[in-house]
Each structure stands twice: as structure tokens, then as C-alpha cells.
């Protein structure tokens, strides 16, 4: 997994003496790449290790990691400003459903379907969890330091373990290297909004807000041209709706409960038999309206609502081991 993240200098005979180090933007991105790479690892060293092998159990730890932040017990995290990261309670619940969907016999008898969902939510959460985890971690070098991110300038040992990641000849010259962050510097200027001290309604305002910033990130910087924008990827899409409420075919929904369904249908959100999935406009005409429904229940009933981020937050360390699972994949 590459070096550890810190920096050695030569010993010498003269007391108390120090050595300056200088710490730029790229250096800083690299441990914070370090950090990410960690995260869907399992260790067999201090800092050797492997990306867990079956996809469902990444996009778990990936929800997992996603509540983590969302309720501000992530490491560097901090209780007192719960609620900042709102996209990423909204993001824990993605996450889940797609480790559902992975888990779905239905889904893995299409491999490019279900290596695609695969690859979306893998590089998703190597782009998104970045931008979080430096606010949280450099707060004081975020806003100098965030559009200086760029995964091929990342020191040598970093970028090696970048060069080991699933589908990385494929997913970076589509993503432009995590480059990109025009939403990104929006929402989390929002972020700042978030954190000080406004009215509750106010502070619910800019709370959505910020959630539709990052998921424009999300859907068109990230997902739109690493999968949907895929012909093949999208063809099969278009197949399986038209196979839609067939056997052959899972609903295309979103559940706001750690479990995959539930039977109460205000704590679900149901794409409309209209929705074009590989189509930007369309896709985020549905996710618009499950910000809506999603951001209704934050409000109503947020005790329900943070006790299935808890739950799912608990996932964090998923892994073939834990958990009976089938569909292990090569990577």
C-alpha cells in the first residue's frame, strides 16, 4: 500500500535542531489519497494490504464511510458541526442501494451492468470521500489546496497504489484525474455557510442546497462519463427497463432504511416509469425529486433518519470474512 505518511530526515550532533518541511498541495492530496486507498484495504501490515475482493462489500464500507462523515465520527471529524456534509447521509443511502443492487442475482447475470455499478461506486467514493476528508483533515489549506488536486502528480509512492486500483486506464482520463471542481468548490462554500450560526430554517436551506451541488459533481462530473456515457453500459440499461416490473429486472428505487426495501412508502423514493437512467436530464429530474423526499424526512423525522445512518455507519468494516457473500470478482 505504499509508504507511510510521514517524512524522514538525517539525525545530526546539534541539540533541539529541526528540519523545515515543505508541505504543498500535491503532497497534501497524496496522504490524503493514502487515507482513501486505506479505507477498502485489507491490511496484512502496517502499510500493505489489498482492496477487498467482493464489490457489494466495498459499496457497504463505502456507505459506511459516507454516514461516517454525514454524522461526524469519521476520524477528524466534529459532532458539534453534524449536518454540514448533508450529501453524504443522502450518499450513504446511494451506496447501500447499490450494494443491494450488486447482490442481486438479477443484476449479476448482466456482467456489464454489474461491473459497471461496480466501477461507479468504486471511483465515486475515491473523488468524493477526497474532497471531505481534506476539508475535515486540512480545513486551513482547503481553500488554497482545492483546485490544485490532480492524481497524476501525486508523489511516486501514491501514485503507484493509484496505478493498483480497479479500472484506473479507464476511469482517469474520464474523470480528469479528480480534477474537476467547479461543484465542488460551491458546495462546500455552502459547507461554510452550514457551519455558522443560522436559523433552522436557514441552515435546512442551505443544507439542500449543498446536497444538489455535490450531486451534480456526482452525476454529471463522475458517474455520466464513467458508466452511463458507456454504449454498452447504457444499452443494457435500456434493456433492463424495458424488462421494468419483470422478473428479470429489480425496481429502480431508493430506500432511506439500512435494509434494501421497506414497506412503507414514504421512506422510499420510486423513480417514475419515465425516467431514462443513462440520461443526465432525466436521472436527475428522479434525483431531484429523492432530495425533496429525502430532505423532508431529514427534517420530520430525523431521529429515524440518523438512526439508519448509524446503523449502516456500522458497516465500515465489511468484508467476504464478516459477512457470507457470493460474486467475488478479480478485483
Not at 430554517?201 to 442551505?206: D, P, Y
Not at 456526482?218 to 433492463?240: C, H, K, M, T
Not at 421512506?267 to 425533496?292: C, F, G, H, P, Q
Request: glycine share 4%.
Amino acid at each position: 500500500m505504499g509508504a507511510a505518511n510521514e517524512v524522514k530526515a538525517t539525525t545530526n550532533t546539534i541539540a533541539n535542531s529541526r528540519k523545515e518541511i515543505h508541505c504543498d498541495c500535491n503532497l497534501m492530496w497524496s496522504i490524503i489519497q493514502q487515507m482513501i486507498t486505506k479505507r477498502l484495504c485489507s491490511q496484512s501490515g502496517r502499510n500493505e494490504g489489498s482492496i477487498i475482493p467482493v464489490y457489494s462489500d466495498r459499496a457497504r464500507r463505502i456507505a459506511a464511510t459516507y454516514a461516517r462523515f454525514y454524522l461526524e465520527t469519521e476520524k477528524y471529524g466534529d459532532v458539534s458541526k453534524k449536518g454540514r456534509f448533508y450529501w453524504m447521509a443522502l450518499g450513504a443511502f446511494a451506496s447501500k442501494t447499490v450494494a443491494c443492487s450488486l447482490d442481486d442475482p438479477r443484476v449479476a447475470l448482466i456482467d456489464t451492468v454489474f461491473r459497471g455499478l461496480a466501477k461507479g461506486n468504486l471511483w465515486l467514493f475515491y473523488d468524493i470521500s477526497g474532497w471531505h476528508w481534506y476539508y475535515t483533515r486540512f480545513r486551513d489549506s482547503f481553500d488554497q489546496c482545492v483546485t490544485c488536486r490532480d492524481a497524476s502528480a501525486y508523489i511516486r509512492p501514491v501514485r503507484e497504489q493509484v496505478a493498483n486500483y480497479p479500472w484506473k486506464d479507464d476511469a482517469l482520463p474520464k474523470i480528469k484525474n479528480m480534477h474537476q471542481h467547479s461543484y465542488i468548490v460551491s458546495g462546500f462554500n455552502l459547507v461554510q455557510e452550514i457551519e455558522s450560526e443560522l436559523r433552522p430554517r436557514q441552515r435546512a436551506t442551505k443544507q439542500l442546497q449543498h446536497l444538489l451541488e455535490i450531486a451534480q459533481h456526482e452525476q454529471g462530473v463522475i458517474l455520466q462519463p464513467l458508466i452511463y456515457a458507456d454504449p454498452n453500459f447504457s444499452a443494457w440499461v435500456a434493456r433492463q427497463r424495458a424488462w421494468y416490473a419483470n422478473w428479470a429486472s429489480p425496481d429502480l428505487q431508493l430506500a432511506f432504511h439500512n435494509a434494501c426495501d421497506t414497506k412503507e412508502a414514504q421512506l422510499k423514493s420510486v423513480a417514475d416509469s419515465t425516467t431514462i437512467l443513462e440520461n443526465y436530464t432525466s436521472r436527475m429530474d428522479w434525483i431531484n425529486s429523492a432530495a425533496d423526499q429525502f430532505h423532508h424526512l431529514m427534517q420530520t423525522r430525523a431521529e429515524y433518519m440518523e438512526s439508519q445512518l448509524q446503523i449502516i455507519s456500522g458497516w465500515v468494516g465489511a468484508s467476504q470474512e464478516l459477512r457470507p457473500m457470493t460474486h467475488y470478482q478479480p478485483f
